[in-house]
């Protein structure tokens, strides 16, 4: 059988006739997503190609569509899923193929399977599972995901849990295949053979950002009082001072009521635009006027005055939640799964 004419030309060369078919305005947000390497190498070859073929431009179109779609079925389901599915569309010779172009670079995330399964079912799978493997599993998932499941857990097993992600470093591929075998996973698992990096604080913060309040709080006192140095760690990056924009306006309002004006100029000299537009926007205009001829008066300023007039808003945010004045929009954490 004879080879098609897209299987004599380079990769490169295919990602230049790719672009071209593309068209200037795509080309060019692709090339966003690119190393500086790889943009000069890939224009250079634009440049040196001088005439594609319909046949030619429309075989690497149909490679590439291929290749997407592969990439969309292992995400659903693993690679024995994409397999019978392009069997399906393509035979057996050409989805070998096609799956075969992706191996090389393609890591398959583990417990993918797990990531489109319903929370409150998952719950069912996991919850008398050891502490430690409902924490392998959560690191995996989304933080949204594993806040539904943490806060649906019983209250002395959540702060175990949370330190038990938080503390989480390296694992072997071998217990992650041990742990997707007990959750009877279909997943045929592309794991790096060397260790998994999971886990961690920043995890851990995700997690307890996007769970309840009464969930959160539980866990941190808990871990104030069984891991002093984890919480303080924790809590330094549970909510930053750009997090204000989760606030609406009426909070916002409430918040500033509390906060010393030349407090609340050195925070916005290190704030994003959006930020300062959304503060000046819930100050009367006489005050954001003063406002901003303060912060123009006191001109270059340290990065940790910056900051600790920061962390003051944000210690205030978090007592008037605390007390219930204001809510945090906590991105659906606030369900309980049952």
Known sequence: MPKSTEDKISGIQ???????ALGPEKSATIFKHLKEEEIEELTLEIANTRSITPQVKDEV??????VCLAQQYIAEGGISYAKELLEKALGSDKAMDVIGKLTASLQVKPFEFVRKTDPSQLLNFIQDEHPQTIALILSYLSAAQSALIISALPPDRQADVA?????????SPDVIKEVEKVLESK???????EYTIIGGVDAVVDILNTVDRGTEKHIMETLEIEEPE????????????????LLDDRAIQRVLRDVDNNDLGLALKGANEQVQTTIFNNLSKR?????KEDMEFMG??????????????VNIIRKLEDSGEIVISRGGGDEIVV
Do not use: C, G, H, W
């Open 14 to 20: 295919k990602a230049a006739i790719l672009l071209i």
């Open 61 to 66: 179109i149909d490679e590439f569509y291929q």
């Open 163 to 171: 330190k038990r992600i938080a503390v989480m470093d390296r694992t």
């Open 187 to 193: 997943l045929a698992s592309l794991v790096n053979q």
């Open 230 to 245: 984890l919480a303080d760690e924790i809590r330094k990056k549970m909510f930053v001072f750009e997090d204000i924009l």
């Open 287 to 291: 005050l954001a006027v003063m406002i």
């Open 300 to 313: 270059p300023v340290r990065m940790k005055d910056v900051e600790e007039a920061q962390q003051k808003i």
